[in-house]
T-cell receptor, first 112, second 112 residues
């Protein structure tokens, strides 16, 4: 039951350019969405989140966009830096449920 | 502030044995979550504990169990180990109402 999908297993971009990571979900009851970043041999670290009542949330170089009608969210990183190279997980949660569903992850490589 | 800690870092067991994994949450967090990340797959939700009680469990057999202690630390037990249980087991913690989960570095379980 893959309720959260990241269809691109990998993405490669040049340093300084924009990275766009995509995520789709199937359960319209999800009301909170998060992005996590994971380096090898470390646990995922929280990056940015968005509530379903918003369509955009920005934090420095990171912006998350939510399109509820399409059940789609994306993470934009501008400008991309080599240190951003990691696996990015999209996650979705139900209000007060604490049952978070994760996508399979997208490996981002930023080339110098 | 200390983050989520997990022990051991690595664990090697043979098929049929039992494994015990431990997790200490961030101070002030009452919820602890366990996830399994098998090779090439995303994070699969295992268990959620809060205030000493199991609040939710994912689609895993009963041989995956755990508990939460009065100090909010938690233990994950996997009985009758199978080869496919080999994975990275991640623990996360949050406040009772917080959506953001903070992850530990994980325990790599290898079943031979």
């Amino acid at each position: 039951d893959q309720q959260v999908k990241q269809n691109s297993p990998s993405l490669s971009v040049q340093e300084g350019r924009i990275s766009i990571l995509n995520c789709d979900y199937t359960n319209s009851m999800f009301d909170y969405f998060l992005w996590y970043k994971k380096y090898p041999a470390e646990g995922p670290t929280f990056l940015i989140s968005i509530s379903s009542i918003k369509d955009k949330n920005e934090d420095g170089r990171f912006t998350v966009f939510l399109n509820k009608s399409a059940k789609h969210l994306s993470l934009h990183i501008v400008p991309s830096q080599p240190g951003d190279s990691a696996v990015y997980f999209c996650a979705a949660s139900l209000y007060n449920n604490n049952d978070m569903r994760f996508g399979a992850g997208t490996r981002l490589t930023v080339k110098p | 502030e200390a983050g989520v800690t997990q022990s051991p870092t690595h664990l090697i067991k043979t098929r049929g044995q039992q494994a015990t994994l431990r997790c200490s949450p961030i101070s002030g967090h009452t919820s602890v979550y366990w996830y399994q990340q098998a090779l090439g797959l995303g994070l699969q939700f295992l268990l959620w504990y809060d205030e000493g009680e199991e609040r939710n469990r994912g689609n895993f057999p009963p041989r995956f169990s755990g508990r939460q202690f009065p100090n909010y630390s938690s233990e994950l037990n996997v009985n009758a180990l199978e080869l496919e249980d080999s994975a990275l087991y991640l623990c996360a913690s949050s406040t009772r109402t917080g959506y953001e989960q903070y992850f530990g570095p994980g325990t790599r379980l290898t079943v031979t």
